[in-house]
């Protein structure tokens, strides 16, 4: 199966911006649907963001909707994760995730059966 692994994170004052990196390696890339959940310290891991596999659907969370942009690029077996505006309330671990087969939830954590190992993400006030 694909292999994952998450870069760009980083410490940044609220207002300012990052964005992620999802580099997958292994199967076709092409093929996977992504995205993106986070985790904060004592905090259940939530849904962020996900592409479908051509890139013709893409999903935000109501939190991050208007501040974050989900991309991929296909030809270079990433997907990416640009954040603006962004809030102390978005310091969380970043996860990349990744499903070979039919997505019906793409919001859940449970429909994705491939993880990378995370990137911390940390805004001061």
């Known amino acids: 199966q694909v292999q994952l692994v998450e870069s760009g994170g980083g410490l940044v004052q609220a207002g300012g911006s990052l964005r992620l990196s999802c580099a997958a390696s292994g199967r076709p890339f092409s093929r996977y649907d992504m995205g993106w959940f986070r985790q904060a310290p004592g905090k259940e891991r939530e849904f962020v963001s996900a592409?479908?596999?051509?890139?013709?659907?893409?999903y935000y969370a109501d939190s991050v909707k208007g501040r974050f942009t989900i991309s991929r690029d296909n030809a270079k077996n990433t997907q990416y994760l640009q954040m603006n505006s962004l809030k102390p309330e978005d310091t969380a671990v970043y996860f990349c995730a990744a499903e070979g087969a039919l997505v019906v939830d793409p919001f859940a954590a449970t429909s994705y059966g491939v993880w990378g190992q995370g990137t911390q993400v940390t805004v001061s006030s």
């Open positions: 592409i479908d596999w051509i890139g013709g659907r893409r």
